[in-house]
């Protein structure tokens, strides 16, 4: 179990699973919450040292006009293409964990929050699982993760489907978690199922202490 400053809860699972909603609600319970994704962007940035090192690597033909990293650019150039795509990774991930800590350690030193949490689709595969004290894996149906992808970015289904297949699947997840929440229902249900983990696990400052394995 990871000795932090701060418990911390990894929250992560295929895209279209629910995580940022479940992200939500925990804070909503005190949780302080920090998206993997977002401070992937941030370490991009052209003011940041991660940016050179991207541009060597892929090019100046993924910029944009104002001079910063086109996601979408760089995106077309790592999809399906396992080597790129570990090549970004190794420069990306690094900064991500180190930011985590550093937000993390601040936010405990305040003492504002009884928890942090961390929203990452990639939490296993940056290693930000490292820093966490218990693993949320959210899982749902592929139709309603397809469904919810389709809705919320605005594409067709074989590019969500597309999406669904390019990582890891919920059975390789699930080896590394030890809550395991079907979003497979309302809202409600969700907040419900949330609930009934939290109760089942007693809070403590330095790690979890209660049920080992729950999956509901």
Not at 55 to 69: C, P, R, V, Y
């Amino acid at each position: 179990m990871q000795q932090n400053k701060i418990t911390t809860i990894g929250v992560t699972g295929i895209t279209g699973s629910g995580t940022s909603t479940v992200s939500s609600i925990l804070a909503e319970r005190g949780g302080f919450v920090t998206h993997a994704d977002k401070l992937a962007h941030e370490a991009m940035h052209k003011t940041e040292p991660a940016f050179a090192e991207i541009i060597q690597i892929f090019g100046k033909d993924i910029l944009t006009a104002s001079g910063e990293i086109n996601r979408r650019a760089l995106g077309a150039k790592v999809f399906g293409n396992k080597e790129d795509l570990a090549k970004l990774e190794k420069i990306i991930h690094p900064r991500v964990i180190q930011r985590t800590r550093t937000i993390f350690d601040k936010i405990a030193d305040h003492g504002a929050h009884t928890f942090a949490v961390i929203d990452a689709p990639l939490l296993i595969e940056s290693g930000l699982n490292s820093m966490c004290d218990s693993i949320w894996l959210i899982t749902a149906p592929d139709d309603q993760r397809i469904s919810r992808i389709t809705t919320r970015d605005k594409i067709d289904e074989s590019t969500a489907k597309r999406r669904l297949s390019s990582r890891s699947g919920d059975e390789t997840l699930k080896k590394q978690a030890n809550i395991i929440i079907q979003n497979n229902g309302s809202l409600i249900a969700l907040r419900s199922k949330i609930e009934t983990v939290l109760k089942a696990m007693s809070l403590k400052k330095h790690g979890f202490e209660g049920l080992e394995i729950l999956e509901i």
